[in-house]
């Protein structure tokens, strides 16, 4: 009792279309979320300030949280309490999507100004911002880089495998590992930052990881397809669920200490490599076992 | 075993010892291995700390504001070289709609490089229609039309920027600032400054001034008005002092020395003011008689009854004090030999304005404006930077206790997870090590990446660890091999793939991300190339007792 130990999933008792059925139906509906949400609000998921302009103070002050709500001209998007060892009265403000700079620039004034302060501390601990046309900026950048890190990979997994089914069956894992927290962040509310986009892109080199190890045990080595998939499986859930138990207790001790950059690649991580799991051993593996035994073999 | 022999054995061990021991020198010996110091600032941040590491912003305290210059540029322009001149002043005698343009607002510049001219617009309020047309205007055969202007400013422009802003930094009496320029995928630049210790606003004040000053004539015009003449500017002073305070007199000054460098006709910015002065009636009718500044209320009249013989010292157009010619200064211009000393006192009111115009003689005019409408500001109190070192080192530490507790679960054999949890840590102190080494700034970014280096390198380790054992038995270093070679194959591959998913965001600017993608690439070539064969070595030796 007590450890850890990878289960040996039965694979022969599921067809190929009833494995590959669950991850494509999740990722139908994360699509559809995403576009839902782009329907209605503009965007797939909600901008963080990195992205659409704004700010956000992290304020020390023994105002209440409604006293904060009402000290800025503009009401912020979201105000969080900081948990940390040894840390008192201290909050993160967020305003996103603010158009005027005058206004981004007044916000700490104003915090200074209606804030009670907590003993000799700054009221203002820390304070980012970003005017409208500099997230524009990022946003493209963003954009592009998440493009072209998609893109690379995809070649590179054509280069490694040589074969159409293997190749697509990462490609197709990986797009449903970025499209899967992507969802999760529209529904839970979780803003695109700078940290989200670095989770989104550690992703593909994490997802990749899983897929390549179950390819290359099944189509390169010897034996049985059903051994190799159990080898490769032991290995690499042992990997993913190590990584997941890492990013989940980074993500809460950071949302707790208000480091709001590794709280977020934390979580991100966390539920992409959960879509992982499930797309590896259930999209790649049924792809993988139709290639082996009807796929076109040269 | 011979020499030669322990070296082929057991390489890959005395590589990964080599690395961690080069790497602890770096981290813990002061001064341990030296670097250059074009990564970090000053010298003068390193204290009496425990290890060589550098913090960035986000972990030391500090502010930093980016923002690209204001400006557009005309390149390739086809013109003679003694038509610069004539060039430069059609543009600023051209009537634009909404913009006053002043000598500081334009710049015809020659590259020697590549032997080519252009001419820039350092006002938002220009169109590209007009600067074309005012170019056009020069009656040089330009024929430029608005396609052929772009927006941005010159590499010589923002070099020049930068410059600027790291002696006003320094003026400032501010240590550890830097100033540095960003490309963005539009092709603008932003300019990005940083200094610990300062506000955000004082930043942007400090960043924002231009810096452009000049001393103004204010004169009879010989009709019974008053006339206006420029006869001192900013880079005309040679040495400018420091801001002084004279208690005798009760005057806030500033020190300077003219320029008395003769050109080949013998003049000198220094004869050619003291000339001026005396032909303007400065030092003769005009002695002592200034009496436009109402010092208490901080005002000016320009419009006296009388005549005035006044020297305006304007900062940025702004006119900040107005004083008569000093009677001994005077005495010595009339007679010419003011200009064997070429000194002087300029006075401001407080002791405030003194230092900033000490500050902008001292660093020279801003070349170009920068513009704070599309900034970016980040900023963080030392106190709460210093909470960010201790909760790093909490969540890493936490992320890395983690990962060890799953891997003991999975393997329940110390043999196999203690030297994976000895390889996955010096693999971070590798990493350290070559941060504290060239002094890279460390930020939360990085750290964010130290701890998806572990993630990786776990991932890489239970791959050698689970290919190796491998139906249990390891009898043979040759079956090891090719198992190892295996592993090593998989290991490379999502090394690979991992390095082209961040590889995008090492080269793009997203701010804080680029740490990220630096470290991160960084670690997983260490863990590849270093570490994570040694690991495979150790294991070997562990499992077939050899």
Known sequence: MGYFDVPEIEYSRYSNRQLAAVPLALLAVALLVLSGSFLVTGAPVQLGMDFAGGAELTVQTTSSEAEIESAFDREPDSITTIQAPGVDNQYTVQFAGVEDQATIQGLSDQAEANLEADGDASIVQSETTASASFAQQAQQTALLGIAVAFLGMSVLAFLLFRTFVPSIAIVLSAFSDIVIPLAFMSLAGIQLSLGTVAALLMLIGYSVDSDILLNNHILRRSGDFYESTHRASRTGITMTVTSMMAMLVMGIAASLFGVELLASIGIILFVGLAADLMNTYMLNVSLLRWYKFHGVRS | ??????????????????????????????????????????????????????????????????????????????????????????????????????????????????????????????????????????????????????????????????????????????????????????????????????????????????????????????????????????????????????????????????????????????????????????????????????????????????????????????????????????????????????????????????????????????????????????????????????????????????????????????????????????????????????????????????????????????????????????????VFESRFRKAFWIIGAAAATTIIALSPLAVLSLGDLRGFAIITILGVLIGVLITRPAYGDILQRLLTDK
């Not at chain 2, 009537?95 to 617009?121: C, G, K, M, P, Q």
Request: hydrophobic residues 40%; charged residues 25%; glycine residues 10%.
């Open chain 2, 1 to 478: 075993m011979g020499p030669k022999a322990f070296v082929m054995e057991y390489w890959r061990l005395i590589l990964i010892v080599a690395f961690v021991g080069g790497a602890l020198v770096a981290l813990f010996i002061p001064g341990g291995i030296v670097a250059d110091d074009s990564l970090a600032g000053e010298e003068a941040e390193v204290e009496d700390r425990a290890t060589n590491i550098e913090y960035g912003l986000g972990l030391d305290g500090g502010t930093r504001v980016s923002a690209p210059p204001v400006g557009m540029t005309a390149d390739n322009l086809e013109i003679e070289h003694d038509e610069q001149r004539q060039l430069t002043e059609a543009l600023l005698a051209y009537e634009y709609d909404d913009a006053d343009l002043e000598s500081a607002d334009v710049r015809v510049r020659f590259h020697e490089n590549d032997n080519r001219y252009t001419a820039e617009i350092f006002s938002d309020e220009v169109s590209h229609a007009e600067f074309a047309d005012a170019l056009n205007s020069a009656d040089i055969g330009l024929e430029v039309t608005e396609d052929g202007v772009e927006d941005g400013v010159t590499q010589q422009t923002r070099d020049s920027i930068i410059q600027t802003i790291e002696l006003r930094i320094n003026e400032a009496g501010l240590s550890g600032g830097n100033a540095y320029e960003e490309a963005t995928l539009g092709g603008q630049y932003y300019i990005v400054t940083e200094v610990p210790g300062m506000e955000p606003d004082e930043l942007r004040e400090l960043l924002s001034d231009r810096g452009d000053v000049r001393i103004v004539a204010f004169h009879p015009d010989g009709d019974g008005g008053q006339a206006n003449q420029t006869v001192l500017e900013g880079q005309e002073i040679a040495e400018p002092g420091v801001a002084s305070y004279d208690d005798q007199r009760d005057q806030h000054y500033v020190p300077v020395t003219v320029d008395g460098t003769e050109d080949e006709d013998g003049n000198s910015p220094a004869s050619e003011y003291q000339n001026s002065m005396n032909e303007l009636g400065f030092t003769g009718e005009g002695q002592g008689r200034c009496h436009i500044q109402d010092r208490q209320a901080g005002e000016f009249d320009f419009d006296p009854d009388d005549p005035q013989w006044c020297l305006l010292t304007v900062v940025d157009g702004d006119v900040v004090d107005a004083h008569s010619m000093g009677g001994d200064l005077g005495d010595n211009m009339a007679a010419g030999t003011w200009v064997n000393d070429p000194t002087f006192r300029m006075i401001v009111p407080t002791q405030q304005d003194a230092h900033h115009l000490a500050v902008n003689l001292q660093s020279g005019a801003l070349e170009a404006p920068l513009d704070f409408s599309q900034e970016q500001t980040f900023t963080v109190q030392p106190s709460q930077a210093e909470q960010f070192q201790l909760y790093s080192l909490l969540i890493g530490g936490l992320a890395v206790l983690t990962v060890c507790g799953m891997i003991f679960l999975r393997y329940r054999n110390p043999k196999v997870a203690a030297p994976m949890f000895l390889t996955a840590m010096a693999e971070v102190v590798i990493l350290l090590g070559f941060a504290a080494a060239i002094r890279m700034p460390l930020d939360l970014s990085h750290v964010a990446g130290f701890i998806a280096v572990v993630g990786t390198g776990v991932d890489d380790l239970v791959i050698i660890a689970d290919e190796v054992m491998d139906d249990g038995d390891v009898s043979s270093s040759r």
